[in-house]
């Protein structure tokens, strides 16, 4: 299966995560470019059937205890390519 890259919304490390939910809750499937991201908010992915893809070292760092990424009881959903640390 493939899919078009217009159909991804694609977020660099400094992208802030309320701009990245709301891609996703619009439908939209996710790729990480490579770097570090400091989450202060959970990446929520609820849709079924969506690809969150990680390029080259995508690490996901949450802070002050929270989830680095919640995905909801829905089927097809696809994560590759990422690096969730421990957090802070």
């Known amino acids: ?12 490390p400094a992208t802030p995560v309320a701009l990245i939910s709301a ?17 202060r908010q959970t990446i929520d992915v609820t ?3 969506t690809v969150v893809l990680g390029l080259g070292f995508a690490t996901l760092i949450p802070e002050n205890g929270i989830a680095a990424m919640r995905v ?3 089927p097809g959903v696809k994560l590759s390519g ?6 802070r």
């Open 47 to 49: 849709r079924p059937d």
């Open 1 to 12: 299966m493939s899919i078009p890259v217009g159909r991804f919304f694609i977020a660099c």
């Open 82 to 87: 990422m690096i969730f640390d421990a957090g």
């Open 72 to 74: 909801a009881s829905a």
């Open 23 to 39: 891609a996703l809750a619009f439908g939209q499937n996710l790729i990480l470019t490579p770097g570090v991201c400091n989450l």
